[in-house]
């Protein structure tokens, strides 16, 4: 795997909201199984991805605060559904929503995370790209709990989590809701 972080292209990657976008990592996010999907839409072969990081996903777009709030969550056992934009191999890009199983031992420690995207909708990105890109430009002179406590102040005057707000805003309905629990429960 080369490990020189593609450009970012600026070029949107955009596909069926019918595909999941299935991976799966140990409890410290090492990935050891990707779907065709995830492999036909990031670029990256089984080669590149078992074995590494998550972050070779990342896409400098992302605020860390994001990712902080997601790994606080996954890592007390609580599901999360989160909306993140994600670095293709070639440097194009693709916007997902995605939530989590996260899959325990006989001791009750975390053994795997699953985590399932969908394609996000123009809706949801149209309203979480400049919430994203404010929290980068605090990111980058204040540093991360600047942008923790901008987005949690965003959240506290809605009264509501960052998970419902994402769930309210992209949770899936109607049948492709039903057909992708099925989809994940092939999984579990
Ligand atoms: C199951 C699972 C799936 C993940 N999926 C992604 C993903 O699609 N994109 C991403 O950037 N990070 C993903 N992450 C988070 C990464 O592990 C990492 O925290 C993030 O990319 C930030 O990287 P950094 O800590 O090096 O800045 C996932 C983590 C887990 C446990």
């Known amino acids: 795997m080369s490990t020189a972080r593609p450009q970012p292209t600026g070029r949107e990657i955009k596909f069926s909201s019918?595909?999941?976008?299935?991976?799966?990592?140990?409890?410290?996010?090492?990935?050891?199984?990707?779907?065709?999907?995830?492999?036909?839409?990031?670029?990256?072969?089984?080669?590149?991805?078992?074995?590494?990081?998550?972050?070779?996903?990342?896409?400098?777009?992302?605020?860390?605060?994001?990712?902080?709030?997601?790994?606080?969550?996954?890592?007390?056992?609580?599901?999360?559904?989160?909306?993140?934009?994600?670095?293709?191999?070639?440097?194009?890009?693709y916007?997902?929503?995605?939530?989590?199983?996260?899959?325990?031992?006989?001791?009750?420690?975390?053994r795997n995370y699953i985590a399932f995207r969908q394609a996000a909708s123009r809706d949801v990105i149209k309203t979480i790209e400049p919430i994203y890109s404010k929290m980068l430009e605090i990111e980058k002179s204040e540093g991360m709990d600047a942008s923790l406590k901008y987005i949690e102040t965003f959240l506290a005057e809605k009264d509501i989590s960052y998970n419902d707000f994402i769930e309210e805003l992209a949770r899936p309905k109607g049948l492709s809701a039903i057909i992708f629990e099925k989809i994940k429960d092939m999984f579990k």
Do not use: C
């Open 18 to 93: 019918e595909k999941m976008l299935v991976s799966k990592t140990d409890a410290r996010g090492v990935i050891s199984y990707g779907n065709q999907n995830l492999m036909d839409i990031s670029g990256y072969s089984d080669d590149d991805l078992l074995g590494t990081p998550h972050n070779i996903l990342r896409h400098p777009d992302m605020p860390k605060a994001i990712f902080y709030l997601m790994w606080d969550s996954i890592k007390r056992g609580n599901n999360i559904m989160a909306v993140v934009k994600n670095l293709s191999k070639s440097g194009d890009h």
């Open 95 to 110: 916007w997902v929503t995605t939530d989590f199983d996260i899959q325990k031992n006989r001791e009750g420690r975390i």
